[in-house]
């Protein structure tokens, strides 16, 4: 995966193209999936693959769906108002229950598992139907040197973060003195 809030330039565009997307549920959906990577690794070590339930499709769109939700309604107001210093009634209305946000926090998930998707060597995507380790990520086999599935991996992993890294620190540099922007929309607020 690319580090985790390095999926952020993701939901960052998705909500540019489409302004009616509730902003913090797609922060919120393109973070969730990789919650699942430090209980797999410290409970299921050696037995499951480190990603696995909610880095597939049928899993994102249910179970990381309704956690992101969950966690966009009672937890994103209290972090982000105490980190960014947004006022938090505006963010409990941004964040209120609605067709909207379940269908941002869906696609959240669902992009954070596309863009982890060609990077890594086996992916979940299609679980349970079609075996994780039958499906290798495109920029793996694309940057294998003679066949090493192993290089290919960590070629992948240095190129995916070096790019959604600059996209991020672009975007932070780009709102530097509206740190607001970064995390609810101004368009959002005034609603
Ligand atoms: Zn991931």
């Known amino acids: 995966m690319p580090i985790t809030p390095l999926h952020y330039p993701v939901a960052w565009g998705l909500s540019k193209l ?7 549920g797609l922060i919120v959906g393109s973070f969730i999936p990789d919650i699942e990577v430090p209980i797999l690794i410290l409970f299921f070590g050696g037995i499951l693959p480190d990603h696995f339930i ?24 209290i ?15 941004v964040c209120k229950l609605s067709p909207l946000l379940i269908i941002s926090c869906m696609l959240g998930n669902t992009f954070h598992i596309l863009l982890d998707f060609p990077m ?9 139907f079609v ?4 499906i290798v990520g495109i920029l793996v086999l694309f940057l294998a040197v003679d066949g090493n ?4 991996f960590f070629n ?9 890294g600059i996209i991020t620190i672009a975007i932070i540099v780009r709102y530097r003195k509206n740190l607001a922007e970064l995390v609810i929309r101004k368009n959002l607020i005034s609603r």
């Not at 972090?79 to 009634?89: E, N, T, W």
């Open 131 to 134: 075996d994780p380790y039958e």
């Open 18 to 24: 489409n302004r009616r997307l509730n902003f913090p």
């Open 156 to 164: 992948a992993k240095i190129l995916t973060n070096l790019i959604t």
């Open 120 to 128: 890594h060597p086996f992916n979940p995507i299609l679980w349970p």
């Open 54 to 77: 909610l880095h597939s499709l049928i899993g994102a769109l249910t179970i990381g769906t309704i956690i992101s939700t969950l966690a966009t309604i009672y937890l994103y107001p």
């Open 149 to 152: 599935i192993g290089i290919g």
């Open 79 to 93: 972090i982000v108002s105490l980190i960014f210093r947004v006022d938090r009634a505006k963010l409990n209305e």
